[in-house]
């Protein structure tokens, strides 16, 4: 495998982490045990049964809470700290014990800045859905990231330099998302504090 390869699957996969950690997790492995996909470095691992068990129970937990209005959001808001160490330990693997340390450092830091991005554009695209009482948009949303996910991970695979490239345009675009996203929030807890800041007064 060479490393323009190595570096979209490690990329892929810290990416994919950010909003699908589990299913990435198990549908790697899986494939990779079943010799359908090569994992490069120490990401073997995950075709280990203790892993492929793990990961594949947590995958069927998260596929349901994600679907769940509410429940998607609060899942979001505790897996933060799960998703981004995540895929920066992903990104590290990738590379293998015997990669020079600073190499593994540099790879686990954009590991988890490609797992931030991923993660925060997720989390705050659901809780904008979920100011809207339907669960539909948020069924819609969910297996909308299942199929990126899945495609983005197929393409690291099969066509680096490709997945590479709009790689990149999807950061960028996540970035610009998670901006335009936390100004729309905040102002709309703005307007939502201010009759709890100013009561109406009425006189006698």
Do not use: C
Not at 40 to 63: I, K, Q, R, Y
Not at 92 to 107: K, T, Y
Not at 132 to 148: G, H, I, R, V
Request: proline residues 5%.
């Amino acid at each position: 495998m060479d490393i323009v390869q190595t570096i979209a699957i490690g990329a892929g996969l810290a990416w994919a982490s950010g909003m699908r950690l589990y299913a990435v997790m198990f549908a790697a492995g899986l494939l990779a045990s079943f010799g359908m996909v090569t994992l490069p470095g120490d990401l073997t691992v995950l075709s280990h049964p203790l892993v492929l068990g793990a990961s594949g129970l947590m995958f069927f937990v998260e596929f349901f809470a994600d679907k769940i209005p509410g429940i998607d959001s609060l899942w979001d808001a505790l897996h933060t700290f799960i998703r981004i160490p995540a895929g920066a330990l992903l990104a590290a693997a990738s590379l293998g014990i015997h990669a020079e340390p600073a190499v593994v450092l540099a790879a686990g830091i954009l590991g988890g800045t490609l797992a931030s991005s991923s993660h925060f554009a997720k989390a705050g695209t659901r809780a904008l859905i979920n100011t809207s009482p339907e669960p539909f948009s948020n069924w819609a949303a969910s297996f909308s990231e299942d199929a990126l996910v899945g495609a983005g991970l197929w393409l690291a695979f099969t066509h680096a330099w490709l997945f590479l490239g709009l790689l990149l345009l999807m950061v960028l675009g996540s970035f610009w998302l998670i901006g335009r996203l936390w100004r729309f929030l905040s102002g709309m807890f703005r307007k939502l504090s201010l009759p709890a800041l100013n009561p109406p007064h009425f006189s006698p």
